[in-house]
Structures are given as structure tokens and as C-alpha cells.
């Protein structure tokens, strides 16, 4: 099994930048698919970015583009997302979540581990 803590949340106002970590323990990274989904007020859990074991091939939501980089520091077992230029829409908790490999990265339901979230407010 994989433990997943967030950290790195925060108050930014619009434009800045957050960059969110996901410290794991237990298992390792290895063959797992890692990935941050968001969930704002009455919401449901929206994907943001993933990233494979395999090649370490990279997805975003059209709202992450350009502004988001996901990237995975095996040695550390510990993902990140650097976020940019955020914007008030931008405004969740954001969680790590982790699966084994498996055909899909974009939905939530199927990753198996998450972490507790780590709040990202961004004031306009």
C-alpha cells in the first residue's frame, strides 16, 4: 500500500505561483501511476494532471495547460505540481492520488490511494 501526504497549499493571490508536493511512504512510486485531481465547494473531484510510470508521459486538463507542470521524483517518492499564473477558478483542495499501472489516468475512481488534500485559495 502507498501513504500519500499533500503539502504546499496556501493563500495566493491571482497570478502567482504554489508548487504542491506529495510525499509518499510504504510503497514506493514504483509502477504506479500518480496523478492530482481538485475538488472545489460543490464540486465534484475534477482531474488536473497526471503522470505514468511507464515513459513518464504527462496529461493535463485543458484548464492546466500551459500553467501546470507535473513531474515525479522517484528517488524521493515524492510528486510534484508547480503551479503558475493561477487564477481564482483555480481555488480547491487539491489531492495526490496513486494506482497501480493501469489503461486509464484521467479518472478518479480509479486510483486506489489518496492523500488528505492540501487547500489552494487564490483571491482575485
Known amino acids: 500500500q502507498v501513504q500519500l501526504v499533500e503539502s504546499g497549499g496556501g493563500l495566493v493571490q491571482a497570478g502567482g505561483s504554489l508548487r504542491l508536493s506529495c510525499a509518499a511512504s510504504?510503497?514506493?512510486?514504483?509502477?504506479?501511476?500518480m496523478g492530482w485531481f481538485r475538488q472545489a465547494p460543490g464540486k465534484e473531484r475534477e482531474f488536473v494532471a497526471a503522470v505514468r510510470w511507464i515513459g513518464g508521459w504527462t496529461y493535463y486538463a485543458d484548464s492546466a495547460k500551459g500553467r501546470f507542470t507535473i513531474s515525479r521524483d522517484n528517488a524521493k517518492n515524492t510528486l510534484y505540481l508547480q503551479m503558475n499564473s493561477l487564477i481564482p477558478e483555480d481555488t480547491a483542495v487539491y489531492y495526490c492520488?496513486?494506482?497501480?499501472?493501469?489503461?486509464?489516468?484521467?479518472?478518479?475512481?480509479?486510483?486506489?490511494?489518496w492523500g488528505q488534500g492540501t487547500q489552494v485559495t487564490v483571491s482575485s
Open positions: 510504504g510503497r514506493t512510486f514504483s509502477n504506479y501511476d
Open positions: 492520488a496513486a494506482k497501480p499501472q493501469s489503461p486509464r489516468v484521467l479518472t478518479a475512481a480509479d486510483y486506489a490511494y
